[in-house]
């Protein structure tokens, strides 16, 4: 049996103001009961909450932070989409893995 894991599947985005941006991981787990989150971090400040969206045996989403977050998610991958890019968007992303009773 293998750890649970998540990870990017890419390391940098570049997009400019008013474009739509889409951010993957992809994870590996044995369960069937997935909860992916979505959080970013600004340079020396705590982490920020931006939502979440549930995958196999799950199918709830959380409320995005904001209207413009969006959350996918398949057998393996989730991703955040944010549409109208801003400037304040440029900081940290970081997908997280919960998992349910086996």
Do not use: H
């Not at 599947?9 to 951010?23: A, F, G, Q, R």
């Not at 993957?24 to 400040?45: E, F, G, H």
């Not at 209207?67 to 955040?80: A, D, G």
């Amino acid at each position: 049996m293998t750890a649970d894991q998540i990870r990017p599947n890419k390391e940098t985005s570049v997009v400019k103001e008013d474009e739509t941006v889409t951010l993957s991981c992809t994870y590996d787990t044995s369960s069937r009961y997935v909860r992916l989150y979505w959080y970013r971090q600004y340079p020396n400040k705590e982490l920020q909450y931006l939502m979440w969206k549930e995958a196999r045996g799950w199918s709830d989403t959380g409320t995005p932070a904001e209207p413009r977050f969006q959350s996918t998610t398949s057998e393996t991958s989730t991703e955040l989409t944010i549409t109208g890019v801003t400037l304040s968007d440029s900081a940290l992303y970081y997908c997280a893995l919960r998992v349910g009773a086996q």
